[in-house]
């Protein structure tokens, strides 16, 4: 696992067992003192950044169906779909599966 961050948030990555091609971003917040202020693009684009030049080709993530923020955040950067929607069936917290194709991103717009 390795962990990424700057200064208003952090991510963490796995790679998925069985497929190189394959990234699971997890662990991801912005510090609570920096919510609300829209650093969240900053940290989504240091995490799409990373996992371009470390060679995924498909970054994908979990995020609760009544996080709206993640939800409207993803739902509104290129490259990312929702794959698939789920209960937990440990939690029954609804999910949702994101998708990330890491070919789709233009990385000197994220890196600006
Ligand atoms: C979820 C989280 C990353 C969002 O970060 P944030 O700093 O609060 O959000 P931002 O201020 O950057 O807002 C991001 C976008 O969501 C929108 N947004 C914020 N709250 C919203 C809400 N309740 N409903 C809809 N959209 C919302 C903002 O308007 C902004 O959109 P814009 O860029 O199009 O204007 C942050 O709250 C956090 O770290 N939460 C705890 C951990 C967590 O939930 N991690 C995600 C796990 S998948």
Known sequence: MEKFSNDFGEV?????AGCSAVVISHAMQIYPKYRGKGMSRQNLALRMSRAKQNGYGLMIATVRADNAA????????AGWTMAYA?????TQADLTLWVCDTQVIELKGLLK
Do not use: A, Y
Request: charged residues 15%.
């Open 70 to 77: 993640e939800q409207h955040l993803l739902s509104t950067t």
């Open 12 to 16: 963490c990555f796995t790679p998925m």
């Open 86 to 90: 789920f209960k937990n069936p440990k």
